[in-house]
């Protein structure tokens, strides 16, 4: 198979699964699941046999649209990082794709489900391989509208459906910025072209405009739930595990890294010291909120809030390949742990609070380990795929900020402890309600996709062993940071205090809260300090309050104006001439032949008469 | 005197290639095939006639369109005269006569169900059709005004035969009578234009006259010459005037709504799109061959044209209810966009491929529309209201979806391929500097959305208890039927999402 073939196959397989899906009509239940397990298999082995004969690079381009002599492309473009993020994607996706075999089991709407994923999966791949940013944002508007589809999976609650509102409409405020964003770069640059734009601003460093840039990441903040529009995140979690996993932890919210990661050299400096300020602030921020959470997966949504900040302020520090790393090792130790979650939840009866659980290591020996395992590589233990990606992380900050330095490894204090919490309480101690004390292990088709992400998530941080020469940039990044005047000393600082986090942060969470406790102490000892932390800086207030107090009178306002003068004056009084005028011209329509026959002379009697100039 | 006359004969006669012909020639002996068929096998299989006649059609059709697309070489020699000045070849009638053959072709495939349930004869329709066909055909690689009038007149004749074909019904008759006046009455002035200017070019007292008044390009010389002359101004009118019939511009369209209401569904479907296409295509052969020296004397008049078509059509459709009616008056307000196209062909060289994408579009956009209605299986379509479509969804998925691709897509909503053919348009429009034109064009493009947003409401909407509901309980549809709605349906929604397929076509 040639590549380009490879690639289009790739691309079109989910859509074509996606389409069967629904054309399976009742046998839908039934066969969707194995329709969808098939599609996963068949993408993860095209993905292999693609990375397998993938020169460096590979870019397709056809005519889109020829005008004259303005001309419009669509293509494809797949060099080291796309290919990358490839594998990961359809690595995790089989292995959730799996896991909801076993979880959707029970559930009604398996068609719509799978067929979402499938619809979901062909519009990340689009992502992936488009070449210009008009086509990153047509697919990213189809992850958008996938992952609206798929939170608002459970639609008869009223959470899940205004979750999936919200999630929608906070990501449009982002898309919007995005979307000027593309028309001022096709503007300035003429192109928006991924490759044409490189070379172009290589060439003319002038074009590159600020301004321009805080419009692009726009759409940044919006897919990666940055602050001021982080607030769809844990909302999103009303939809079904499986789909956090994949959509809400390992790619789409990726998707807004990896955007940032193809157009890093339009982005002036001005623009990267805002993201990796915002970076930080994010991952201290997410990290405190998680504290006040009692929901397994609102905290694990916290923690990734805290993770994308953690990756969105490497790449503001200018290491984009370290945060590509991050992104790929996070990807795989969260979807296990949203999958360990999905685990404990279905076998507590879809018991969502920590707080009545409890003992369910002895229960579920497997998905507790593997989520233990997953929580190592979270709070970056030595030996754990997460340790590799966040020492270099803090590697690189101690070189190029000491504050923003210290904010980071706090925060890796915070994720311990967060983590700590959450693993003390569900797992160890005694069950604190029926549903944990009746729990039992989860059949093997959900237990292997952990087994086979834990494997991952210890292991994937050795980037030095990746196939197909995977991850170029990681590599040149780090060997960059190796070669810093001092690293010796820097490692070894970085070492002792990233020890330091996961051990004070664990040791502190058991001391503090205790095995399987079935209240949360802080609330209970600081009951101020835990309003706070659960009112997350007020900023979901904030919106309501903009809302219901700006918004909504301006909208008041303005459908005013609609109701009187668009649609009264205007648009009625329009359509009105345009009515009156038609029941004129129908009037002409009398039927009578000879009366047409006279209008045909007058109409040519008329035209002769203003074609030589008499009116 | 009688050998030069032999001469003459011979010398012409050397550029007869019957060869290039070979398309239209298969067509024409196909219908004559069919007619026998069904004359001699009169009496006792009747069941064989029903069934075998339309396949046979069907396969002449796809033969021919094989032929066209696999053997170009064959039948199309370009830029030379053949027949003696009678037919020239040029890409883009080439592009005409496999659109021709299309619209042929779907107009075959909806009209089955029709003739069967009205037992009406399908010999004859089958014969016209393929007949009109063959005639479109030659219409387009017309480069001389008799042969362009012989053909022009093999189609109108087998049309005022296919308008009033539902000989029970009041309203075919009525549609048959009022086609027939009045396109006796187009061909008249038509006829009277193309004297005048054979006239004129022959005196001899005229600077530059010549023999064969007839000849485009000798025609186009003489004009050149005598772009001021009264009579040559007069002539030019009278053929644009006739033209202009056909395409039903203002104000000429008057019989569009009646005869659109009254012919047989797949009789409109021809007339809305062969016909226009025909009109619209001979148009701009005429404009920039033989009346290109008029430009001056034209440009006016086609801008008044046009600003008239497009408000009268759209204008008029507005609270228009009855569906056959909407879909005349919405016809006209297309005819005014292409005419935009046709004025800017004057200056854009583009502006005729955009003309061409802009009707394949509107053929496959209005055959899905026509499709769906006849599918539809109403008793009869004449009476049919946009409040008849209620529940169409409901009753027939496939049906509502047809429907609403092909409504949106005759809108221009995106990304639908009649989006991509207006923005070409009002783009060639633009750059040939039609601002005043663009500005009414794209009111007119409001406007419409104003009726054809209420059609496609209605599609979705679920009708009261109390609504006469003119459509049947239950719509199937047969196989090929299914097969036939989600071509088009791919093909109008692929040439939104890819424009430049359309490349390997054209």
Redesign the interface.
Known sequence: MDILTNLLSLLFLPLGTSILIIALGKHRKKYAPIVAFMSAIGALSLSYILLKNLPESVHYS???????DSKFY?GILLDNIGATMLAMVSIVALCIVTFSIGYMSDDAAKGRFFAGVAFFMFSMTGIILADNLIMIFLFWELVGFSSYLLIGHYFQKEEAKSASQKAFIVNRIGDFGFLIGIILTYWQFGTTNIELLSIQSGIDPSLMSTFIGFLLICGFIGKSAQFPLHVWLPDAMAGPTPVSALIHAATMVAAGIYLLIRIDFILTSQVLLFIAYSGTFVALFAGFCAFAQDDIKRILAYSTLSQLGYMAAIFGMGYSGIALFHLITHAFFKALLFLGAGAVIHACHHEQSIFKMGGLFKKMPITSITFIIGTLALCGVYGFSGFYSKDSILIAANDYNSTLFYFLVFGAFMTAGYMGRLIWIVFFGKANSEAASSAHEVSAVMTVPLILLSGFAIFVGLNAYWPFGLGASIVSDLDHLHHLSGYKEIHKWVLILGSAAWIVGLGVSLIFYGKGSSEDRLQLKFPKVFAFLKGRLWVDELYQYYVNHIQKPVAEFLSFVDEVILRGIIVRGG?GL??V???G??L??V?K?NN??L??F???L???L???DLF | MNDSYTNFLREISLTNDWLLLMPEIILALIAFAILGIDLFLKSKKRVWREKYLMPVAICGYIFVLGILFLDKSTFYIENISHFGGLIEQTDSNQFMRSFFVFASLFVTLISGQFLSKKSLPKAEYLHLILLSCAGFMLLVQCSHFISLFVCLELVTVAFYVLVAFQRTNVLSLEAG??YL??GG??TA?LLFGIVLLYGISGNPEMNGFINDGFQFQALQSFIGLNSDN?IV??GA??VL?GISFKIGL???Q??V??VYQGAPTPTMSFLAVASKAAGVFVLIQLLQGPFLALDA??I??LS??SVLTIL?GN??????VNIKRLIGLSGISHAGYLLLGVIASYT?P?ALDVVLFYLSLYLLSSFLVFASLAYMDNEDDSLLETKNYQGLYKKNPLLGVASLIGIASLAGVPPLGGF?AKV?LF?VAY?AGLYGLLAVAIIGVV?SI?YYFAWIRSIFFIPNEDNTDCLKEVITLTAPQKIILIILIGSVSLAGL???LL?FFI
């Open positions: 056809w005519e889109w649209l020829a005008f004259g669509i359509a345009v009515g005028l038609g029941v011209f129908r002409l329509q039927g032949i047409y026959v209008w045909f007058v109409g040519l008329l035209f002769w203003y074609g030589i | 009578l009022k006046t009045l009455l187009s002035i009264l101004q007069l009118l009278f005037a203002v104000p000429f008057i019989w709504p009646d004397f034209l006016p008049i008044v044209l009268f204008i008029s459709a507005t609270g228009q854009i583009q991509i070409l783009i750059q406007i104003y890819y424009p430049s490349n």
